[in-house]
């Protein structure tokens, strides 16, 4: 666990030393990146963030999303769970490890497509590093929600060797970076295709 908090403060320190300019060429490189890709295309319903801190931003990907019609959904905590919710949170809300903590109007079962996963760190086999509160881990983790696809998003100075891994981590399918889409696992070929 003390090298899971060394290394969340090395890759902080990482995100804070980028530029303006170069956090908005990068945020700019992955809608790109994203947008043009089939497993974005092949979409209907996106689980998005709202970038905490020095997350990378989603705005321009999302707003593109909406106008092509497009379901977005936020994560949004009960209690120790996270959920999925239309309900629009405000962006200064109560949050818990960058999760939107909040009251949801009635409990809906959404099917996500795919979902864009903030993260601090990720190495060339999937794993993740977040801000460790395992809300996404014990999210997907559940066999029913396996079938969405799970993309991290972060910029170029974000990966790392390797990263230590727990029992309970659930992998990424892949990650978006300025440089391109990378994909790990079994199913490498299918999630590159978008099927």
């Known amino acids: 666990m003390q090298d899971k908090q060394a290394l969340r403060q ?24 994203l947008h043009r890709h089939p497993v ?67 409990r809906t079962r959404i099917k996500l497509d795919l979902v864009l996963v903030p993260l601090l760190g990720y190495d060339d086999q999937g794993n993740r590093l977040g801000q460790g509160g395992g809300f996404y881990d014990r999210h997907f983790g559940r066999p029913c929600a396996r079938r969405t696809r799970l993309i991290g998003i972060g910029f170029s100075e974000q990966r790392v060797p390797q990263l230590p891994r727990e029992a309970w981590d659930v992998p990424l399918d892949g990650v978006a970076t300025p440089k391109g889409m990378h994909f790990f696992g079994n199913d490498r070929q299918r999630w590159a295709t978008g099927y």
Request: glycine letters at 8%; a positive charge; one cysteine or more.
């Open 10 to 33: 090395e890759l902080r320190k990482r995100r804070l030393q980028l530029s303006s300019a170069q956090r908005r060429a990068q945020q700019l490189a992955v809608v790109r990146v």
């Open 40 to 106: 974005y295309r092949n979409a209907r319903c996106i689980g998005a963030y709202r970038a905490m801190g020095s997350e990378l931003q989603l705005g321009a990907l999302l707003t593109l999303a909406r106008k092509e019609g497009k379901r977005i959904v936020y994560p949004v905590l009960r209690g120790k769970h996270m959920v999925y919710s239309e309900c629009p949170v405000p962006a200064r809300g109560v949050r818990r490890h960058g999760v939107a903590q909040g009251a949801l109007p009635r």
